[in-house]
């Protein structure tokens, strides 16, 4: 019979290659070629090298379904991992047609047989042969024995069970290009466990981490301001916990009368409620967690109300603090027109409160985990040859690497929660859980969240304009490669490995929880496609806006600050301007903090922004059209971005796409 001509690419990248010897077979639709060696002994696998073997099997095995390669040691020589582009076939030397059997990815002698399928992605109901249909149960039973999940904080959602980045493997973790940030100012206190002196001496420390960071010289400069208070609230690093509220707390001991102040002349509180003006900042999550010990002091955590009131002048402005979730003659309402000290301190007390939530909640739980999860799942239920795999894996993929670094360090005991964080490790898996069991689906879709919340309509509320917009552009990608793979609603149905990966999310991931509103099966494409969407912008654009602003806003400490060394105030009048000072934390944990978002907010020199692939799958056919359009819906937000934020006095950026990483990889 004719032979094949086989061919082997190894991957440009410098370490790509192996001293290895490689066996490989070709499994046919009919039978199973014996093994050969593809090299002769004098050769190896060089980086960018191509080889080229004709095979001539001994009897007829069909059409050619599987490619199989292993590595063997080479006895003598080190044993190298190698980096396989791919392998192609081509049925005669001058046939046109090459079949291609894309790897992309790293084998060790470990792996024992690491099969390759060709490039066309299939639905496991559109697959026709057996062997392909074992192929794929196979894989996903292999992958299953070594992605299992794990609870990190119990009743939290759960993530992968592993404990350092070596067990990940070379092809579930990836070399950061640091983009080299100076930490010699910070790193300089490290050994200071003391107050600080003054607000000047603190003003002194910042000059030197903060003279090149516009955003945070400017909150220096407006951080006690009450306009600037609620701007925070709306743009900066936490933007998912103010909402509109129609019908007022209960527990929050405010009278119409002790606001008639601060609301337009001739209005009341109930107007205003009326009118959606008046929005609300409640952190009852975090009512009687045990707060940390820092230094050898003990710390202190609030549960805040604050009550905001958008004025007709277009600022949300605060109007009422209440400092624990229950009110009582110990837990009093403070107001503007309390001394300044209250009033500011009332504040700070709300921005601590913030910190905790915003670090633990909105970014870890709602983007790191969310992606974890929906990684774990990924891989374990779909195998790599269906389209949802591929589509979402260079969106999920880093997370994985990334979030097993923050638990062993920075959620870890000696981490910066447990040596600096009110929040520490003890408070840490209660909050999480607390925040798990209040999550809802709602809430991660932008136009219902944005809608829910009260803030689809504020003209200064640029966070909420500008995730509205890259949800919409995600949302019209989404639809359209839902529609190259998925005809109807029933072809969504019939698709029993989709159907196990939603499932698998939901049961294993997010520990069954029913009340949240998250979706257990797909019935239809708009369901799918929003679910897809979700995923994607969590994974991408959320991250973006909570993670990559932190520094902006938390550089001036005093806005911000991670921990508070005296209790919360319950009686007014009782500190003075000089004693703020006081509640602040001391000079090396500051500086830790400071040193860990420092890290946290500058995207790497080789990050890839949102919808720019490196994937070779996305480069042809219906899906690099897509591709196409995507982008340019995202190089036209963000013209609109930058020529809006070159007329504001203060921009908002973490939003523009250009800002976006595709990915948690920080």
């Known amino acids: 019979m004719e032979g094949i001509y086989v061919t082997i690419r190894t991957s440009l990248a410098p370490l790509s290659g192996s001293y290895n010897v490689l066996w490989m077979s070709l499994v046919g639709s009919q039978c199973e070629c014996p093994p050969f060696k593809p090299l002769r002994d004098t050769q190896c696998l060089i980086p960018g090298s191509s080889y080229t073997i004709l095979v001539k099997p001994n009897e007829q095995i069909g059409t050619v379904v599987l490619v199989r390669l ?24 001058s046939a046109t047609e090459v079949e291609c059997f894309p790897c992309n990815r790293w084998i060790k002698t470990a792996d024992g047989d690491v099969e390759l399928r060709s490039s066309r992605v299939c639905l496991l109901n559109c697959e026709s042969l057996q062997i392909l249909q074992e192929h794929r149960a196979r894989e996903l039973q292999n992958k299953q024995k070594h992605i299992r999940w794990m609870a990190f904080a119990e009743g939290s959602l759960r993530c992968i069970d592993m404990s350092s980045v070596q067990a990940l493997g070379p092809n579930l973790s990836f070399t950061r290009q640091s983009p080299g940030i100076n930490l010699h100012y910070l790193r300089g ?10 607000m000047k001496e603190l003003e002194m420390a910042f000059i030197y981490n903060g003279k090149d960071n516009t955003v945070a010289k400017y909150v220096q400069a407006h951080w006690k301001e009450d306009a600037f208070f609620g701007y925070q609230c709306l743009n900066g690093c936490n933007p998912l916990i103010i909402k509109q509220i129609h019908c007022f707390p209960t527990n929050l001991a405010v009278t119409s009368e002790m606001l008639t102040d601060f609301l337009p002349e001739g209005s009341s509180l109930e107007q205003e409620l009326e009118r959606g003006t008046i929005y609300l900042l409640d952190y009852e999550i975090l009512d009687q967690l045990p707060a940390n010990v820092i230094n050898g002091k003990q710390s202190y955590l609030a549960a805040p109300l604050c009550l905001l009131h958008y004025n007709q002048h277009g600022e949300l402005k605060p109007i009422a603090i209440q400092l624990q979730k229950t009110a009582g003659p110990q837990n009093p309402v403070f107001l503007p027109s309390d001394s300044a000290p209250d009033w500011l301190l009332a504040k700070m007390w709300v921005r601590n409160a913030d910190f905790q939530v915003h670090q633990l909640l909105s970014h870890f739980l709602r983007t790191h985990l969310i992606a974890e999860v929906c990684c774990i799942a990924t891989l374990r239920k779909l195998p790599e040859i269906h389209p949802l795999h591929q589509f979402l894996m260079p969106h999920l993929k880093n997370s994985l690497q990334i979030n097993v670094q923050a638990r062993t360090s920075l959620l870890a005991s000696n981490g910066i929660f447990d040596k600096a964080v009110a929040c520490g490790i003890k408070a840490m898996p209660l909050l999480l859980a607390r925040g798990t069991d209040q999550l809802n689906y709602t809430s991660l879709c932008v136009p219902d969240d944005l809608k829910e919340r ?9 966070y909420a304009q500008d995730a509205l917009r890259v949800w919409n552009a995600l949302h019209r990608f989404v639809a359209g490669w839902v529609e190259l793979y998925y005809h109807d609603d029933q072809a969504v149905q019939r698709d029993s490995e989709l159907q196990s990966w939603i499932q698998e999310i939901h049961i294993e991931g997010f520990l069954g929880i029913t009340h949240t509103g998250f979706p257990q099966t797909f019935q239809t494409t708009a369901e799918l496609t929003k679910y897809i969407t979700m995923v994607i912008f969590t994974s991408s654009a959320l991250h973006a806006a909570v993670n990559f602003s932190q520094v902006d806003f938390n550089l001036w400490m005093p806005n911000c600050p991670a921990a508070m060394l005296r209790p919360p105030p319950q009686v007014k009048g009782s500190v003075t301007e000089e004693e703020i000072l006081s509640f602040l934390p001391d000079v090396n944990s500051t500086c830790s903090v400071l040193t860990v978002l420092l890290l946290l907010s500058k995207p790497a020199l080789d990050y890839v922004p949102l919808c720019q692939y490196r994937e070779w799958y996305f480069n042809s056919g219906a899906l690099h059209k897509l591709v196409k359009m995507v982008q340019q ?13 070159s007329k504001l006095e203060l921009a908002y950026p973490y939003l523009c796409p250009d800002n976006i990483e595709n990915s948690v990889a920080i």
């Open 189 to 198: 206190f490290t050994d200071r466990a003391e107050p600080w002196s003054s």
């Open 454 to 462: 009260g803030l689809d309509k504020l003209p200064n509320c640029y």
């Open 70 to 93: 292993w590595l063997e040691a080479r006895p003598g020589f080190p044993n190298l991992n190698w980096h396989c582009l791919d392998v192609q076939l081509k049925m005669n030397s």
């Open 633 to 645: 819906d995202l190089k036209a937000i963000t013209y609109d971005i930058l020529k809006r934020n």
